[in-house]
C-alpha cells in the first residue's frame, strides 16, 4: 500500500454512546461518511480518544466492521491497537484485519511501561501478526512508554510495513532526529492538536486529529493551508482555532471534545464511566471556548 494513507487529515473517532450505554453504531457510520466527506483521508477508532480501554474486544471488533461497512473502499479504516496484554493485542490485529481494516495504529501496552526489551517484543509480536501496513504511536504523556527515534528507527529497518509514526511527545526535535536517522523512510504525523502547524514545519505530512469531530471542514482546511504557505498562510485560522485545538491537549479531552461534538451538532457527551461529563465551573469554561469559536466561526 502507498504511504499516501498517512499523508492529509486523519480524525481520531470519538466512540458515541446510545442513552443505555451501548456503541451507538449508526450514529458511528453517519459520523465517519461526514468526516470523509469534508476531506479527512482515513478514519483511526479505538484510541484513546475512542475510549478504547473501556471497550471489550467484541465491541472493538463490532466498531471496525460498522466503519468497513460505511466507508468502503472510499477511505481506509486504521484501528488502534491497544491492550493490556500482548496475546490480546495481536488476537485485536489479526480480528481487525479479518474484518477490512487496512493499516493499524500500534500503541504500547496499556498500564504497564518498561524498558526497550519488554516493549520491544511486545510492539514485534503485534506487527509481525499481520501484512498490515503500520503507524507507530509515540505518547509518553498519555502511555509512560517513550520511544526513541533510534528504536523507531530500529523497527522501520526491521519491518517493512511500518510506514508511518504518529509523533505526540511534544518535543518537536524528535521529527528532525526521526528524520536524521531514518531519512524519508517513515511518514511523519502529529496527533498533537495544538502543534499541527508546527508539526507541518518539521516535517510532518499527516495529522491524526481530535478536533475534526467537531469541525472537519476547518480542520483540513488548517492543514492544508499550513502544508501549502505555512504559518503566514494559515494564521488567521490558526489563531480561531487554537482555543478549540488546545482541548484536545488536557486530561479530559475525551469529554471536551464530545461535548464540543454535542454544541455543534455532531454527537452526544456521552461517555463510559469511569469518565462522567463535565459539570459546574468545569463545564462553564469549556462552553465558553466552544461557544465563542462556534459564534466566531470563520468562513472558509
Known amino acids: 500500500m ?36 469534508a476531506g479527512c483521508i482515513g478514519v483511526v477508532p479505538l484510541g484513546s480518544l475512542g475510549e478504547s480501554a473501556t471497550l471489550s474486544f467484541e465491541e472493538k471488533v463490532a466498531i471496525v466492521r460498522t466503519l468497513v461497512r460505511a466507508l468502503g473502499d472510499t477511505a481506509p479504516v486504521i484501528p488502534g491497537i491497544a491492550a493490556l496484554s500482548t496475546d490480546e493485542a495481536v ?9 477490512g481494516a487496512r493499516g493499524l495504529m500500534v500503541l504500547p501496552a496499556y498500564a504497564y511501561s518498561t524498558d526497550w526489551r519488554e516493549m520491544g517484543a511486545h ?56 528524520q536524521e536517522l531514518s531519512g524519508d523512510r517513515l511518514v511523519l504525523l502529529t496527533g498533537i492538536d495544538d502543534a499541527i502547524v508546527e508539526g507541518i514545519a518539521m516535517g510532518a505530512t499527516g495529522w ?33 482555532f487554537l482555543p478549540l485545538l488546545r482541548l484536545d491537549t488536557l486530561p479530559k479531552f475525551v469529554q471536551l471534545i464530545k461535548l464540543t ?33 462556534i459564534r466566531t466561526r470563520p468562513a472558509l
Open 208 to 240: 491524526i486529529a481530535g478536533q475534526v469531530n467537531a469541525f472537519p471542514h476547518e480542520s483540513v482546511a488548517l492543514f492544508e493551508r499550513a502544508r501549502a504557505g505555512g504559518y503566514p498562510a494559515v494564521k488567521a485560522l490558526y489563531d480561531w
Open 91 to 99: 488476537r485485536l490485529a489479526k480480528a481487525v484485519e479479518a474484518e
Open 261 to 293: 461534538q454535542q454544541c455543534v451538532g455532531w454527537g452526544d457527551e456521552r461517555v463510559r464511566a469511569p469518565r462522567l461529563v463535565l459539570e459546574g465551573s468545569e463545564r462553564a469554561a469549556a462552553l465558553a471556548v466552544i461557544d465563542r469559536g
Open 2 to 37: 502507498s504511504k499516501t494513507m498517512w499523508q492529509g487529515v486523519i480524525p481520531a473517532l470519538t466512540t458515541p454512546f446510545t442513552a443505555d450505554g451501548e456503541v451507538d453504531h449508526d450514529f458511528l457510520a453517519r459520523h465517519a461518511r461526514w468526516q470523509v466527506e
Open 123 to 178: 510492539l514485534r509480536a503485534v506487527i509481525g501478526a499481520t501484512g498490515l501496513p503500520v503507524l507507530l504511536y509515540n505518547n509518553p504523556i498519555a502511555y509512560k512508554t517513550d520511544f526513541s527515534a533510534a528504536q523507531i528507527a530500529e523497527l522501520a529497518r526491521e519491518f517493512p510495513q511500518v510506514e508511518a509514526v504518529k509523533e505526540s511527545s511534544g518535543d518537536l526535535r524528535r521529527f528532525a532526529e526521526i
